[in-house]
């Protein structure tokens, strides 16, 4: 296909040191369809303007080609003779003269730049209206008396009336209810389709986005950082904002909680050196600090990241233990298992299924007696070595019981402040201010009474918030934990596990929970591994896993998971019974 817009190295700046855009580049063809997606303030909008030639320079640099004409520093008739014939855009908010009728408005592009008659561009302003759905009897109305959804529908019939052959939306859903969101949707890819147009689809909105597009740009800060078809950016990302931005959106097919992206977008007065992403960024290191990285191909798609995308964290091949008490038991069996940056997984089984002792492993608490575990490029071994001391102080073991696993003959101040004391690290005066940050942080109380209480004197909630403050206070990468909830009640479960993916989004942990509750698991997870007799069974995200298992365990688990079961109907005895009694038995 002949190539209709070309952008190359495209940025914009604004005063006040405003950096827009920073050299973005990527083409369309003729009859292609690219989403840009983004949070807020990426700089989707600014694209989109710059695109139609409502910014132009100086603000803008670099090379807008629409049909191999150059549209960056053109005169204001060329870029009248191009808008609405060649290239159309529906702005964000579908802006109308507060004055002029709808239907004025829509015919206005066809009187001035077709030279149609009053009649025949409100004929064809008409149909057009017909096209995308909107009752033409509402085109005699001010824009004020349309509904949001109509006026959407508006500005799409204003954009298509002289067929362009670039569609440039920003935003084309925002607003709208999910009904009136997926009829104009519908529509808009029909209409492309039957037309022939290339789409640009600005939007937040990333199924309304993909779904209109077979490509997806990804804009950070004004930069491109991840370029693919739109079902492997969506369905598999590849960088970390990606991912992260994924994570963050709410649709039907996910049944965990949504998880935020840490920290804030940056200010584009002052975007951060290097990779603009790196101070939110789980995974950055200081080559991230110090160099911008460049979109190149990785995974099958471009991505802009030093490490070609998310990285593997923790990695266990091949693990196998046996314990020999009089019978050999074989509590794990082959598993292999990988947890990337950030990412949050679930391995959940039958009491006697391994998953205590993959725990231990993991953590480098139980050596196996085959297979590896690696933490990044260092092995994780219970040596007493240094480098495996090191190793096994960034992935942390939260244990199953709190009152085993907490000694009582220290002060709560002791436990906690505990890994600080072997590490060395700070005065003592450092350790107790980031004691008392690291308990508010999982919600205990710093005071003195509660700093010098002891193990029995406190409940099992707080006893578990305590393991995992002081699992968090030696600063992990990893954070496995091991039936975090078994032992709770219902609230103060829900507040383990509100607690616990605050910390892992504001930390940017990679999570490892273990446990035999699916309802539990499947809240906070991205990814369920299931085990049987120490080998995986099953693995898949937890909306595969919880709606279509694939093996008996699986299907038992899912069956046994918590429900609420529907309440009981008492029938009404049958004329002339009484409760409890058939008629047939009286006497």
């Not at 003592?428 to 010098?452: I, M, Y």
């Not at 992990?476 to 596990?497: F, G, I, N």
Request: charged content about 25%; hydrophobic content about 45%; proline content about 6%.
């Amino acid at each position: 296909m002949t190539v209709l817009l070309e952008v190359c190295d495209l940025s914009v700046s604004f005063p006040g040191g405003v950096e827009a855009l920073r050299g973005v580049s990527f083409s369309l063809e003729r009859g292609d369809s690219l989403a840009v997606i983004g949070e807020s303030g990426a700089g989707k909008s600014t694209l989109a303007h710059s695109v139609v030639g409502l910014i132009g320079a100086p603000q803008a640099r670099g090379s807008v080609r629409l049909n191999g004409a150059e549209l960056l520093g053109a005169d204001a008739e060329r870029l009248r003779s191009v808008r609405w014939s060649s290239v159309a855009i529906g702005l964000q908010g579908a802006p109308f003269n507060p004055v002029a009728s709808v239907g004025a408005q829509l015919a206005e592009p066809l009187r001035e730049h077709a030279g149609s008659s009053r009649a025949e561009a409100l004929r064809r302003a008409r149909e057009a209206a017909g096209e995308v759905l909107l009752d033409p009897a509402l085109l005699d109305r001010f824009p004020h008396q349309l509904s949001g959804g109509e006026r959407r529908r508006a500005m799409l019939a204003m954009t298509l009336v002289l067929d362009p052959e670039l569609l440039v939306l920003d935003e084309p859903a925002a607003g709208l209810d999910p009904v009136t969101k997926h009829e104009l949707l519908e529509r808009i890819a029909a209409l492309a389709t039957r037309r022939g147009c290339a789409l640009l689809v600005i939007s937040h909105d990333l199924p309304a986005a993909i779904g209109l597009a077979e490509r997806t740009l990804v804009l950070y800060a004004g930069e491109a950082v991840e370029a693919g078809t739109s079902d492997a950016v969506i369905e598999r990302p590849a960088h970390p904002y990606t991912w992260s931005l994924v994570q963050a959106y709410p649709v039907m097919s996910t049944t965990k909680d949504l998880r935020p992206i840490r920290g804030r977008s940056p200010d584009p007065r002052a975007v951060p050196a290097g990779c603009a992403f790196h101070p939110r960024c789980t995974q950055a290191e200081a080559v991230c600090h110090e160099r911008r990285p460049v979109l190149e191909p990785s995974r099958e798609r471009l991505v802009a990241c030093h490490f070609g995308g998310v990285k593997e964290l923790l990695r266990a091949v091949d693990l196998h233990k046996a314990f020999r008490t009089g019978r050999t038991v074989h509590a794990v069996q082959g598993v292999t298992l990988t947890v990337s940056h950030g990412e949050a997984v679930g391995v959940i089984g039958a009491s006697g299924s391994g998953k205590s002792t993959l725990a231990r492993m993991l953590a480098g608490h139980l050596a196996p007696d085959r297979g590896s575990v690696m933490l990044g490029d260092a092995p994780v071994t219970a040596s007493s070595r240094a480098s495996a001391r090191e190793a096994r102080r960034r992935i942390q073991l939260v244990q199953q019981d709190p009152w085993d696993a907490l000694s009582p003959r220290l002060t709560v101040q002791e436990i906690v402040r505990e890994p600080l004391a072997i590490d060395g690290g700070g005065d003592a005066a450092a350790q107790r201010r980031l004691v008392a940050e690291t308990l508010a942080s999982v919600g205990l109380p710093s005071s003195d009474a509660f700093l010098g209480s002891r193990v029995h004197e406190l409940s099992g909630g707080e006893l578990q918030r305590i393991a995992l403050a002081r699992a968090l206070i030696a600063g992990p990468a990893v954070l496995v934990a091991d039936e975090p909830t078994s032992m709770l009640d219902a609230s103060e479960q829900a507040r383990l596990l509100v607690v616990l993916r605050e910390r892992q989004a504001e930390l940017g942990l990679a999570l490892v929970i273990v446990s035999h509750d699916l309802a539990v698991v499947r809240k906070v997870t991205d990814r369920i591994v299931i085990l049987e007799a120490g080998k995986i069974a099953e693995t898949g995200s937890p909306e595969q896993i919880c709606s279509d298992p694939q093996t008996p365990i699986g299907r038992r688990l899912v069956h046994a998971a918590s429900t609420f079961p529907a309440a009981r109907s008492r029938d009404p005895a049958p004329d002339g019974a009484e409760e409890g009694r058939t008629p047939s038995s009286r006497a």
